[in-house]
């Protein structure tokens, strides 16, 4: 089946820290992965996306590698600021019936202190 | 900007209400989808629909019904609200084929 893991919160850095957000897949057939930001009190903002193997998704300073071999998309910011604080899902797309599903992790709660 | 709408930000509900939540879509999408999210189960889907008048259940519609009379817009029915469906709910549209979901700025529904 497919499933997303990523690592439990909250992360709590400095301002201009290095960030690293883990998530592993399981996954039949040729998903996308995808990292959904959610700042406090709104909706999921798409932050970037890959669609297929050793794709890099980037925007905003963040990056975030398909890696097939390891079923890996780890999320990465060199320097994260204090406007970053938020949550952080990680989410695979695969199709299912007529639609294509997304498969969501848990979240991953960043908080930047100045 | 796809733009996805939902009727109330904060809402608060008295046991075996009725609850309607609504959503409004701008860009035409032929797919729309109720989530509800909750800490540390992150969200998880209700239903979706895939044309008017259609819908299918997803992981969790038990307690839930919904409808999808227009394209743009899809509600999200509780008959008979109960505490255990206080949650933030989220809507979300989707073009057919596309893999990715744009996504409404969420529902947050007390039920007390």
């Known amino acids: 089946g497919n499933s997303v893991t990523q690592m439990e919160g909250p992360v709590t850095l400095s301002e201009e820290a290095f960030l690293t957000i883990n998530c592993t897949y399981t996954a039949t057939g040729y998903p996308s992965l995808f990292w959904y930001v959610q700042y406090p009190g709104e909706g999921l903002q798409l932050l970037l996306k890959?669609?297929?193997?050793?794709d890099k998704g980037s925007n905003k300073g963040f990056e975030a590698t398909y890696r097939k071999e390891t079923t890996s998309f780890h999320l990465e910011k060199g320097s994260v600021q204090v406007s970053d604080s938020a949550v952080y899902f990680c989410?695979?797309?695969?199709?299912?019936?007529?639609?294509?599903?997304?498969?969501f992790g848990s979240g991953t709660k960043l908080n930047v202190k100045p | 900007d796809v733009k996805v709408t939902q009727s109330s930000r904060y809402l608060v509900k008295r046991t075996g209400e009725k609850v309607f939540l609504e959503c409004v879509q701008d860009m035409d999408h032929e797919n729309m989808f109720w989530y509800r999210q909750d800490p540390g189960l992150g969200l998880r889907l209700i239903y979706f629909?895939?044309?008017?008048?259609?819908?299918e259940k997803g992981d969790i519609p038990e307690g839930y019904s919904v409808s999808r009379e227009k394209k743009e817009r899809f509600s999200l029915i509780l008959e008979s609200a109960s505490t255990n469906q206080t949650s933030m709910y989220l809507c979300?549209?989707?073009?057919?084929?596309?893999?990715?979901?744009?996504f409404g700025p969420g529902t947050r529904l007390t039920v007390t």
């Open positions: 890959a669609t297929k193997a050793d």
């Open positions: 989410a695979l797309s695969a199709p299912s019936y007529n639609f294509n599903k997304f498969y």
């Open positions: 979300a549209s989707s073009f057919r084929g596309a893999r990715e979901q744009y």
């Open positions: 629909s895939y044309d008017v008048k259609m819908k």
